[in-house]
């Protein structure tokens, strides 16, 4: 772009100077030849970036217009490449929710009478496929009653202990590390 304004700007100064030079000189044989050589400077000035393009090294010039298009070829299919692999990733780790809330559903249910509502995972940054999982966290809900349960005042375990309980549980089930569990209850009243 600086190229073009500095060439609109040539262009212009000669103008104006032509013009003063034109107004500058008397009428005679003399001045026919003041205007061939200033119409020669001009076309000069017209064409200069087309002698400035080829001034310079003209291998170098087309090689570097030749590696463009190659370089953002190759950009495009890396991030290409990025965007499939991320989604992929993604498909891998639903799949994984998925086939781990089968597993735990119907002993959770028969053993502490909880749905599974969700689960979801923190993955390293490694590129194994699939990736390491660094935590697993369940969210779980107590089943819904339809019949009203007699209330039973007795000593019970903290809520701490029973989420340590189920997190070995889904841990066992899992075949991981119990650390890596986070249950999370919510208490459907």
Not at 21 to 39: D, R, T
Not at 50 to 72: C, K, M, Y
Not at 82 to 88: D, L, P
Not at 168 to 186: C, G, K, S, Y
Request: aromatic share 8%; charged share 20%.
């Amino acid at each position: 772009m600086g190229l073009l304004t500095e060439w609109i700007s040539h262009i212009i100064t000669f103008i104006l100077l032509a013009v003063v030079i034109e107004l500058i000189l008397p009428n005679g044989s003399f001045q026919k030849y003041v205007k061939m050589v200033v119409g020669l400077l001009f076309i000069f000035i017209l064409f200069s970036p087309l002698f400035r393009l080829f001034h310079g090294d003209v291998d170098t010039w087309l090689a570097s217009i030749q590696q463009q298009p190659n370089e953002t070829f190759e950009n495009d299919i890396e991030k290409k490449k990025k965007e499939i692999q991320a989604s992929q990733r993604a498909y891998i780790l639903e799949q994984m929710a998925v086939q781990l809330k089968n597993i735990a559903a119907e002993e959770l249910m028969r053993t502490y009478g909880l749905i599974v509502t969700d689960i979801s995972f923190t993955i390293g940054e490694s590129e194994q496929n699939p990736p390491p999982i660094e935590s697993i966290t369940v969210e779980l809900a107590e089943e819904a009653a339809s019949v009203v349960k007699p209330i039973r005042i007795q000593s019970t375990t903290p809520p701490t202990d029973r989420h340590d309980d189920i997190a070995r549980f889904l841990a066992n089930m899992w075949e991981v590390d119990p650390q890596m569990i986070t249950v999370h209850l919510e208490r459907r009243e």
